[in-house]
């Protein structure tokens, strides 16, 4: 089981920044995939990028890749999306999930384990 609780959320002009966080938990000792999934009103949720706790490179979709960067503090059991020059199209609700490391990585439906969601707005 692993619990998830994302944050960091906020309003920002065009060109800024906002770093969220994503706290989670887990009662194994099991490595998982770690991402992060947003979604803006009436649209699909989409992945934006991922990691896996036992190590590796990070994977970014292409739409944020040169701005946004994920990254993972073990001793602090926390998931990091750094988002620099920020677009209005990046406005949305962010997720963290969790989930195996197994199958396709940008497939909602492949992670067992959400947070809840926070908010990120842009504003032209």
């Not at 073990?74 to 609700?93: F, V």
Request: with cysteine; proline share 3%; aromatic share 12%.
């Amino acid at each position: 089981q692993v619990q998830l609780v994302a944050s960091g959320g906020g309003s920002v002009q065009a060109g800024g920044s906002l770093r969220l966080s994503c706290e989670y938990t887990s009662n194994t000792a099991n490595k998982f995939r770690i991402v992060w999934f947003r979604q803006a009103p009436g649209k699909e949720r989409q992945w934006v990028a991922a990691l896996y706790t036992g190590g590796g490179s990070p994977y970014y979709h292409d739409y944020v890749k040169g701005r946004f960067t994920i990254s993972l503090d073990n001793t602090k059991n926390t998931l990091y999306l750094q988002m620099n020059s920020l677009k209005p199209a990046d406005t949305a609700a962010y997720y963290c999930a969790a989930g195996e490391q197994a199958g396709s990585a940008d497939v909602p439906t492949n992670y067992d384990y959400w947070g809840q969601g926070t908010q990120v707005t842009v504003s032209s």
